[in-house]
Nanobody
Framework: QVPLVESGGGLAQPGGSLTLSCAAS????????MGWFRQRPGKEREFVAA?????????ADSMKDRFTISRDDAENTITMYLQMNSLKPEDTAVYYC????????????????WGQGTQVTVSS
């Protein structure tokens, strides 16, 4: 499995913005699809967004107007981003990236390759 390193979490005020990053480095075959998930306090892990190798993006309905997923494929590093705008307190969660999953239509099926998670807290 390709190690995934996340960064960019932290504290934001309601209405603010944060950008998360997930870097997959090393010599590996191209990663077709990647995705972001989150786990809010006391809740199950839920899908946030996914992006395939040609840059097509998919979002959970509650986040499609506020979040933007992107990826940068370099020679030995793929970096996936999640730009989060108009943050709400209910966006408070640990955000996880996932790589190497598969797309089933517009649904991203995660692999077992997860990042360590990064905490996002939205509070005034």
């Amino acid at each position: 499995q390709v190690p995934l390193v996340e960064s960019g979490g932290g504290l934001a005020q309601p209405g603010g913005s944060l950008t998360l990053s997930c870097a997959a480095s090393g010599s590996f075959v191209p990663i077709a699809a990647m995705g972001w998930f989150r786990q809010r306090p006391g809740k199950e892990r839920e899908f946030v967004a996914a992006i395939n190798w040609i840059g097509s993006s998919y979002y959970a309905d509650s986040m499609k107007d506020r979040f933007t997923i992107s990826r940068d494929d370099a020679e030995n590093t793929i970096t996936m981003y999640l730009q989060m705008n108009s943050l709400k307190p209910e966006d408070t969660a640990v955000y996880y990236c996932n790589s190497g999953g598969s797309m089933r239509g517009e649904n991203y099926i995660p692999s077992d390759n997860w990042g360590q998670g990064t905490q996002v807290t939205v509070s005034s």
